[in-house]
């Protein structure tokens, strides 16, 4: 039976956490504080500026999985200095006041810092997709988008003490986070690459997008993970700049995304672990998209007047934990599609089509927002959120069995 390594999956867990914190403070409180000073929401294409670098992870991916230190780790070896580099960037942006006067210098320090977490987010990735048995693979997804959306809850949190503390003591706190949660993961002895992987090394072959994009199960995956990305990232990138125009301050904003957070995701990290043992990937995934019928119900709820802030968390609450599922179970997948020949170059490159869609689904948003109101553009983002869950079921199968033709993994 294959063994369970908890320590492992946790460190690599705490990295994804390290990652998501600063970055969701500065994808909620920016928006939010911006929005504060009156700028339009056709201006809030500014804010997926620093998503474009994740467009380019495959042609990152490429060097972290040709280059490394076999005696330091090959993945540590970039995990480090993207750490050290990524909290002198957060700590800069500190000093940077979020005003409209400032709204360029900021875009452009988060772009810069964008570049430097997504190299380190590729060699995680590696890492986690390279180390990850089948037994390991459930779990882990689930403890990895678990662990990055407390890393969302913390930034909640916060955010409503923005207006308490000041944004400058609130950046050295996230830049702190992130060279923290990344010390379990260095000083572990990292596990030795999988047989495929120090083959080609050894054989001084390069790892190619190019083998990636020409492998038959490509061409679902990538337009696929486009569609994913882009729905869901439509309607989560606006919902901040939706609860301001609801009237909410910062702080209760704050607090409203940190109860969401953490029972939704909480409740998805319990249940998909245990539910993936009890049936397939498929008849599950099948259920939780589903669950994408009464969130068109309950935006239809939150646009009616003086509604309780309790029941707007409750309704948040319930659209996190069914997004936090699919996400779980697309991760699961991805971690299995990635050979161990050049693991993060596949995992990446599969991220760089996702990553492509959130930049898409979150430059639209506000545009779509201005055209049709509140009430429309939420309901076309959660249909546009099923289509892509109903595909994601359609695609599992066809793309598994390419998969299970594909040489397999070995140690």
Request: glycine share 6%; with cysteine; aromatic share 12%.
């Amino acid at each position: 039976m294959l063994q369970i390594d908890r320590p492992k999956i946790w460190s690599i867990g705490l990295l994804h956490m390290g990652q998501s914190f600063p970055g969701a403070l500065a994808a909620v409180a920016l928006p939010a504080l911006f929005r504060e000073n009156g700028l339009p929401l056709e201006m809030f294409w500014l804010f997926a500026l620093p998503l474009i670098p994740g467009w380019f992870r495959w042609l990152i991916a490429i060097v972290i999985d040709n280059h490394g230190s076999e005696q330091f780790g090959y993945r540590k070896s970039w995990i480090l200095p993207c750490t050290l580099i990524g909290t002198a960037l957060y700590l800069s942006i500190s000093f940077v006041d979020p005003t409209p006067t400032y709204l360029w210098l900021i875009i452009c320090l988060l772009v810069v810092k964008s570049v430097i977490m997504t190299a380190q987010d590729v060699a995680v990735d590696g890492l986690a997709a390279e180390s990850f048995n089948d037994a390991e693979r459930p779990m882990g997804a689930a403890i990895i988008v678990f662990l990055m959306f407390m890393g969302t809850v913390a930034a909640q949190g916060m955010v409503a003490a923005v207006p308490h503390i000041g944004w400058q003591l609130v950046m050295v706190v996230a830049a702190f986070l992130l060279f923290m949660v990344a010390l379990p993961t260095l000083l572990r002895n990292e596990a030795p690459a999988p047989k495929a992987a120090r083959e080609r090394r050894q054989a001084l072959e390069s790892a190619s997008v190019i083998e990636f994009v020409l492998r038959r199960e490509s061409r679902f995956i990538m337009p696929l993970l486009l569609a994913i990305g882009f729905s869901s990232n439509l309607m989560r990138a606006m919902l901040p700049v939706y609860l301001v125009d609801l009237g909410l301050s910062l702080t209760q904003i704050g607090l409203i995304f940190g109860f969401a957070v953490v029972i939704g995701t909480s409740l998805a990290t319990f249940l998909i672990p245990i539910l993936s043992r009890r049936m397939t990937r498929t008849k599950l995934s099948s259920w939780v998209v589903a669950g994408y019928v009464p969130c068109c119900l309950l935006f239809l709820a939150m646009n009616l007047k003086d509604l309780p802030t309790t029941l707007i968390a409750l309704a948040l609450a319930y659209v996190m934990f069914i997004s936090t599922s699919i996400w779980m179970l697309v991760t699961e997948a991805r971690l299995e599609w990635s050979s161990a020949r050049q693991a993060a170059t596949d995992f990446s490159s599969q991220a760089s089509f996702a990553n492509l869609g959130e930049w898409a689904g979150a430059s639209v948003g506000g545009f779509l927002a201005a055209a049709f109101g509140w009430l429309w553009f939420f309901n076309i983002a959660w249909v546009l959120s099923a289509a892509a869950g109903i595909a994601f079921v359609l695609l599992l199968t066809p793309i598994n069995q390419l998969i299970g033709s594909r040489d397999p993994k070995t140690a």
